[in-house]
């Protein structure tokens, strides 16, 4: 099992604030310097590091997916560093866990900022939406694991696949095709409170609009994880499916229901968030047949050769089981990455330098996601994701049964910010 490298509290602000007080070229001062090989830099570049942090959950709702997602992106760094690192210098992570808990990852954040130059991971839509007007006014580029659509809006946002809303239409469009749902259905849909839930909700509300079909909505609070009532209420309503933005132990609940209720047949349609591995050690392994996933990313068993690669390095130095999330986590290194690269090109490491190299680049995760374009402020880097079903015989116990695509209701989907 990983250690979490939390720190606590009291202790990790003190040691903040004593590195802060340390003058080092471009380290934490925030002063502009010019420093090896004229690269200017401010927060968290030095002569010998780039300084990055994460802010994830590895003690709350979604600490399955926090761990792996964590140790994803650690995969990346040790590969980046392996290879020289990025313009010369090697990449270090600071991590905080903030266990699922907006307040606690607003103090965190406070305390790690002034080392980092940017923030590899912030985990979770209420941790981005509360930590979004200080990333931008500290012009700390960020890649949120959450991908609410109001996320675009911000130009300190890097927002690494697609959105919840795309995500849910995309899975939608595919049980569609399979004729599993029809034109003029009724279909209802469990959400989560928040940006997560409700962006969920508005991908189905784009998605039924276009095909005459009518949404019943059901909303849950994340502490709820007993769905017995809400598919009682969706089978009074007669619908032909059920759609989750919910947490993996939600969605869980609720296929085991719709089997005991009766409802098993009918396809689950859920979005990335909504599935981990370790739902198969629980009585809703044999309720999955029909849940089908719409995500960005590629599953930890796909056969490519970058999930092949990433797969035997993690092997080799974790214990955790194998998941999704690790791909996801190596997929924000690399997005990540080609800004760092680019930034060093143009000859600016500060965190206004990141801001502006992330609008000029383009991003081949060879795989992990569908080609990721930032050129476009505001608007989503990609509209194509996977659709996958469980596999209890693969690693990660997934498998894609449509490869990337981008359906027509997720190309006339609407991105407010998109400029």
């Given amino acids: 099992m990983r250690k979490i490298s939390t720190a606590v509290m009291a202790g990790a602000i003190a040691l903040t604030l004593s590195v802060a007080g340390c003058s080092t070229k471009g380290g934490s001062t925030g002063a502009q310097k010019s420093s090896k090989g004229g690269i200017k830099t401010d927060f968290g570049v030095t002569d010998s590091t780039i300084n990055l942090g994460m802010l994830v959950d590895e003690s709350g709702v979604f600490k399955v997916i926090g761990i792996a997602q964590a140790e994803g992106s650690e995969l990346w760094a040790d590969d980046v560093n392996a290879a020289g690192g990025v313009c010369g210098r090697q990449i270090k992570i600071e991590t905080r866990d903030d266990g699922y808990n907006a307040e606690k990852a607003v103090t965190l ?11 590899l991971q912030v985990l979770g839509s209420p941790i981005v939406a509360a930590l979004k007007s ?20 911000s130009p300190a946002i890097l927002q690494v696949g697609s959105t919840y809303a795309i995500e849910m239409i995309n899975a939608m469009s595919y049980v569609q095709k399979q004729g599993l749902i029809k034109d003029g259905d009724k279909l209802g849909i469990i959400y989560i409170t928040g940006e997560y839930g409700g962006d969920g909700l508005l991908g189905a509300q784009h998605y039924v609009a276009s095909h005459n079909q009518t949404l019943v909505p059901i909303q849950v609070t994340g502490d709820n994880n007993d769905m017995s009532s809400a598919i009682t209420q969706l089978k009074s309503k007669g619908v032909s499916a059920v759609l989750v933005t919910t947490t993996p132990v939600q969605m869980g609940s609720a296929a085991t229901q719709m089997a005991a209720q009766g409802l098993g047949a009918l396809p689950l349609i859920g979005v990335n968030p909504t599935f981990d591995p370790t739902l198969l050690q629980t009585p809703a392994k044999s309720a999955l047949g029909h849940y089908y996933r719409g995500t960005f990313i590629a599953p930890f068993d796909a056969n490519k050769p970058i999930t092949q690669k990433i797969a035997k390095e993690y092997e080799a130095k974790y214990k955790d089981p194998e998941q999704d999330g690790i791909n996801i986590g190596y997929s924000f290194g690399l997005a990540y990455q080609a800004v760092l690269e680019r930034a060093c090109k143009d000859k600016d490491m500060t965190r206004q330098g990141l801001m502006t190299a992330a609008r000029k680049i383009k991003v081949d995760t060879q795989g992990l996601t569908a080609p990721l374009d930032y050129s476009k402020q505001g608007d989503v880097a990609t509209r194509s994701t996977f659709v996958e079903q469980v596999d209890p015989a693969a690693k990660g116990s997934l498998k894609i049964v449509q490869e990337l695509n981008e359906s027509p209701e997720a190309k006339s989907f609407n991105i407010p910010s998109a400029k």
Avoid: R
């Avoid at 954040?109 to 923030?119: C, E, F, P, S, W």
């Avoid at 006014?137 to 991908?147: G, K, V």
């Fill in 109 to 119: 954040y406070a305390a790690m900022k002034g080392n980092l130059v940017g923030m």
């Fill in 134 to 153: 200080q990333i931008l006014s500290d012009n700390m580029l960020s890649i949120p694991a959450s991908w609410a659509t109001g996320n675009l809006a």
